[in-house]
T-cell receptor, first 111, second 113 residues
Framework: QKEVEQNSGPLSVPEGAIASLNCTYS??????FFWYRQYSGKSPELIMS??SNGDKEDGRFTAQLNKASQYVSLLIRDSQPSDSATYLC???????????WGAGTKLIIKP | DGGITQSPKYLFRKEGQNVTLSCEQN?????MYWYRQDPGQGLRLIYY???????QKGDIAEGYSVSREKKESFPLTVTSAQKNPTAFYLC????????????FGPGTRLTVT
């Protein structure tokens, strides 16, 4: 079992719809959870961080965390073509500051 | 502007040559990291450092070396012992608070032929 798992996609979503990206992790001691966006050929960019159970909203983005189910998700409302990218989920390793990375989900927003 | 710089953006080397990738940050972050990314894959940790003159191996340290002589700088050397060095190399930094948010430089794309 991988430490952080994501569906590789591609996930195709019509423009204006909600895109839902999912991530599961194996380390129950993890405390910090992140979503990064990576455009092709570019470096990852932090878009959301979440540390406690529940929802955290920032503009069109909502991160959801469920520690009991070891599950973190990212919702993108009113999806735009500029949201087309690979989304990486990262989780800290136990109480350590190292991050463990999923392989990413490729998201395609169709105009 | 605060940020992380990496140079060069593209690097071409012949097999058997060592090459050093530069990473500098002015965010006053204590921790710095080097990752490798291969096509269609996630990030794999090569080395990390949380303090000057100290660093630890990550998951794929073989064939790589680093130094941390200044807080702002964390250069990575890809040695001839690295079997498949062609990859996208990413440098990141973070504070050591509970947030652990990492911020990335633009990356160096290394091609070895």
């Amino acid at each position: 079992q991988k430490e952080v798992e994501q569906n590789s996609g591609p996930l195709s979503v019509p423009e204006g719809a909600i895109a839902s990206l999912n991530c599961t992790y194996s380390d129950r001691g993890s405390q910090s959870f992140f979503w990064y966006r990576q455009y092709s050929g570019k470096s990852p960019e932090l878009i959301m961080s979440i540390y406690s159970n529940g929802d955290k909203e920032d503009g069109r983005f909502t991160a959801q965390l469920n520690k009991a189910s070891q599950y973190v998700s990212l919702l993108i409302r009113d999806s735009q073509p500029s949201d087309s990218a690979t989304y990486l989920c990262a989780v800290n390793r136990g109480s350590n500051y190292q991050l463990i990375w999923g392989a990413g989900t490729k998201l395609i927003i169709k105009p | 502007d605060g940020g992380i710089t990496q140079s060069p953006k593209y690097l071409f080397r012949k097999e058997g040559q060592n090459v050093t990738l530069s990473c500098e940050q002015n965010l006053n972050h204590d921790a710095m990291y080097w990752y490798r990314q291969d096509p269609g894959q996630g990030l794999r940790l090569i080395y990390y450092s949380q303090i000057v003159n100290d660093f630890q191996k990550g998951d794929i340290a073989e064939g790589y070396s680093v130094s941390r002589e200044k807080k702002e700088s964390f250069p990575l050397t890809v040695t001839s012992a690295q079997k498949n060095p062609t990859a996208f190399y990413l440098c990141a930094s973070s504070t050591l608070t509970v947030s652990y948010e990492q911020y990335f430089g633009p990356g160096t794309r290394l091609t070895v032929t």
